[in-house]
């Protein structure tokens, strides 16, 4: 989809975060650094990892997106 660019509101400047991705884990098409690259790339300052019924990408991809700046969340789908 579009990203948009940062906009200023009330003389501060907004944090861009990404709250539901999905990895090679279960649904996604992109691994852990992968996402982060895509982060970098649409400058989010938060990535959520949200795979479905697992966390196994996330610490790798905490790893890549630290020294980049991105923070990156563990989140969590349910397959109930």
């Known amino acids: 989809g579009p990203f948009w ?15 539901h ?3 090679t884990a279960s649904a996604g098409t992109d691994g852990p650094d992968q ?3 895509a982060a970098q790339r649409a400058e989010l300052d938060v990535l959520a990892v949200c795979d479905h ?3 196994a990408a996330v610490l790798p991809a905490q790893r890549r997106g630290q020294p980049v700046g991105v ?10």
């Open 21 to 23: 991705t999905h990895s």
């Open 53 to 55: 019924d697992n966390f």
């Open 35 to 37: 996402l982060v690259a």
């Open 71 to 80: 923070t990156v969340l563990n989140g969590l789908e349910l397959r109930c």
């Open 5 to 19: 660019p940062r906009q200023e509101v009330a003389g501060q400047w907004g944090m861009r975060i990404d709250l």
